[in-house]
């Protein structure tokens, strides 16, 4: 038995998330971004600095000095607090990537898993549509190299509902209330919300239309339309970003999507989500974070995006496309007494495992003596017998 949430990997699965993870870091590369790795314990107040709810129902334990400690539930915190701590004096902008494994206690209770494995790229320093277009754009080349042959990349920002929402004139407090609404797309709580409110009545209508946008051209059209001059350039900002992902060569990959809302609180423009058929819940999330550096002291711009690997590996049997198995390793009869052949073998790139001289049956490929032979049996059936020269010339060795 293990915790709710937790999981064991068998050794293809395990070969099959490491492969997906080598991609993401070559592709990562290819931009100029550099991995780094954080600890997987961290304090409990770098977390509260994201002031997020679903990043705090995290695991918690208490070093000698009493101080609280979490089992990281996030992974753009932790690399904010490291880019503040470790580059603080280093010229920006500064391109980050990571492959790590997260944990969360009530994804669990909600179905979801509670450790999971993020790659991800983070982009600080910069505020343009190009570094928000270079988010979007890497995204598009990791699941294409992943080798997904289907998925759509949507973009959003949350200027636009901000803007709508600035415009009724709320409160602060119901300002809040309306805006956990939408995030939570807890429509009745929203319409109840602007009908207790006294909200202008137009910019009512201008945000429950909203709520109705679809993706394209006429969206955009619609969508200038609904939000005055005031947030056209919100608008305008995002129809832009989807031009240079397009012009990088990911056109017919990415959508507008005016209904996208932030995953956490920490965003502030951008938001950006990926799909794949057969996958319940975005296979990719990430965004603009602008204010998450400055809770660690180093006020910067920033945009990021983290894949789950978890669910992209679902995505890829879906559609039949999953990293091929492992080769399985030769299958050496008495190989624990010929522990200079192994390594011979070994040195020469075949993977060898060592049963003893009695073991039958044999899993193919494998090596035996035979009445003084060698018997080498291909994965394919194929079999070659006599001397260890002829074995060696069949695994190609010359």
């Not at 709520?211 to 305008?236: F, K, M, N, P, Y």
């Amino acid at each position: 038995m293990i915790p709710e949430g937790m999981r064991d990997l068998l050794p293809a699965e395990a070969e099959a998330l490491r492969g997906l993870g080598d991609i993401m870091r070559r592709r990562c590369a290819a931009y100029g971004y550099g991995e780094v790795s954080t600890p997987v314990l961290e304090f409990a107040a770098t977390f509260e600095k994201a002031d997020d709810d679903a990043l705090l129902a995290g695991y918690r334990v208490f070093d000698e000095q009493g101080q609280a400690l979490m089992l990281r539930t996030d992974m753009t915190v932790p690399i904010a607090r490291l880019a503040a701590d470790r580059y603080r004096d280093r010229p920006l902008p500064m391109r980050l990537c990571y492959v790590e494994d997260s944990f969360r206690l009530q994804a669990a209770s909600r179905g979801l898993d509670g450790e999971f494995t993020q790659a991800g790229a983070e982009l600080i320093g910069m505020a343009s549509a190009a570094a928000d277009a270079e988010c979007v754009a890497l995204l598009c080349d990791c699941l294409r190299a992943a080798g997904l042959p289907r998925f759509r990349v949507a973009v959003g920002t949350v200027a636009f509902h901000g803007a709508l929402v600035e415009a009724l004139g709320l409160p602060d407090d119901q300002e809040d209330a309306l805006m956990e609404a939408l995030a939570e797309r807890d429509y009745p709580l929203l319409e109840s919300i602007l009908n207790n409110a006294g909200a202008d009545d137009d910019a009512a209508q201008a945000l429950q239309r909203a709520l109705q946008l679809g993706g394209g051209h006429e969206a955009i059209a619609q969508a200038r339309r609904l939000v005055g001059s005031a947030g056209r350039a919100t608008v305008d900002r995002l129809e832009e970003v989807r031009e240079l992902v397009e012009q990088a060569g990911f056109e017919d990959l990415v959508d507008i999507d005016f209904g996208l809302y932030p995953e956490f609180a920490y965003y502030t423009g951008l938001l950006v989500e990926a799909y794949a058929p057969g996958v319940g819940l975005p296979i990719a999330a990430g965004g603009r974070y602008d204010e998450l550096l400055a809770g660690f002291d180093r006020p910067a711009p920033a945009v990021g995006f983290a894949i789950s690997l978890d669910r992209l590996t679902l995505a890829l049997e879906e559609a039949g496309a999953a990293p091929r198995p492992p080769d399985r390793p030769l299958t050496f009869a008495g190989g624990f007494a010929e522990p200079e052949l192994c390594a011979e073998l070994r040195a020469a790139g075949v993977a060898v495992m060592a049963v003893p001289d009695d073991e039958r049956p044999l899993r193919a490929p494998s090596l035996r003596r035979e009445q003084g032979d060698w018997v080498l049996e291909a994965a394919d059936g194929g079999v070659t017998r006599g001397s260890l020269r002829d074995v060696r010339r069949a695994l190609g060795l010359g």
